[in-house]
């Protein structure tokens, strides 16, 4: 049996569904807020389980493997679009990928489900530094 992969970006905007993927063998949920398409494509696009998804891999230790390291690479998505307060979670079926332990990787996988709740974009303002040494000068590149 394939394992059904869900992706959910929860985000406080309205949210639209798109509809499955068909072909694949495999389920496709997802939910993403309308001003995030850029956002949703680079998750899609960095995540190794659902590029493993696309190539027909169903090995369950590939699944396992992939999903672990989905984590950092999705983190880094959101990190690199200014999204430094959001929360993933990975499970394999019903069990967070994140607390199996890497030689207790399950026999069979029949669900996997990605959870993004991407949060707010941070915004970096004006920086002030002081009191100053007399005749001390900040780099152009601190502004």
């Known amino acids: 049996m ?9 985000v406080t905007a309205l949210v639209i569904a798109t509809t499955p993927q068909a072909g694949a063998g495999t389920n496709i949920d997802a939910f993403f807020s309308p001003s995030s398409e850029s956002l949703r494509n680079r998750l899609i696009n960095a995540s190794l389980v659902l590029q493993a998804e696309r190539a027909g891999i169903d090995d369950p230790q590939e699944l396992f493997a992939s999903a672990r390291a989905d984590y950092e690479r999705l983190l880094a998505v959101l990190y690199s679009a200014g999204h430094f307060g959001g929360q993933i979670s990975i499970t394999l079926d019903g069990r967070e990928a994140a607390g199996i332990a890497p030689l207790s990787a399950p026999e069979t996988i029949d669900q996997i489900d990605l959870r993004i709740d991407i949060g707010p974009v ?14 001390t000068k900040l780099p152009e590149e601190f502004s």
């Open 2 to 10: 394939r394992p059904v992969v869900r992706i959910c970006a929860a």
């Open 122 to 135: 941070y915004r970096f303002s004006d920086t002030n530094i002081g009191p100053l040494a007399r005749g």
